[in-house]
Nanobody, 126 residues
Framework: QVQLVESGGGLVQTGDSLRLSCAAS????????MGWFRQAPGKEREFVAS????????DYAESVKARFIISRDSAKNTVYLQMHDLRREDTAVYYC???????????????????WGQGTQVTVSS
């Protein structure tokens, strides 16, 4: 079992920055990839970014590319999502997720991730 705990959400203004954290514990050896997803009210959960646990591969949704940065601190078993130039459409509950060994072409699919955090709310107001 892998436990994931997100933190760092909050209420910000458009154009602001925010950093989310996701601390992993338990069977860390299982993790090969970590991902961030988000779900806005009335919408499906969508892929935001992913990173290989070793740190040598990252992937981003087009809507956040060049604004968001995913990173990890292996010593702290923590993955971060640094968000810049936030927009109202970034408002959502953000979830981190952990996947085992999977093909890169399914990294954007939420079905590829076995463990999920409880989510943290990000609200961007104008």
């Amino acid at each position: 079992q892998v436990q994931l705990v997100e933190s760092g959400g909050g209420l910000v203004q458009t154009g602001d920055s925010l950093r989310l954290s996701c601390a992993a514990s338990g069977d860390i050896f299982f993790i090969d990839y970590m991902g961030w997803f988000r779900q806005a009210p009335g919408k499906e959960r969508e892929f935001v970014a992913s990173i290989k646990w070793s740190g040598d591969h990252t992937d981003y949704a087009e809507s956040v590319k060049a604004r968001f940065i995913i990173s990890r601190d292996s010593a702290k078993n923590t993955v971060y999502l640094q968000m810049h130039d936030l927009r109202r459409e970034d408002t959502a509950v953000y979830y981190c997720a952990a996947a085992g060994s999977i093909w890169r072409d399914v990294l954007r699919s939420r079905q590829s991730y076995a463990y999920w955090g409880q989510g943290t709310q990000v609200t961007v107001s104008s």
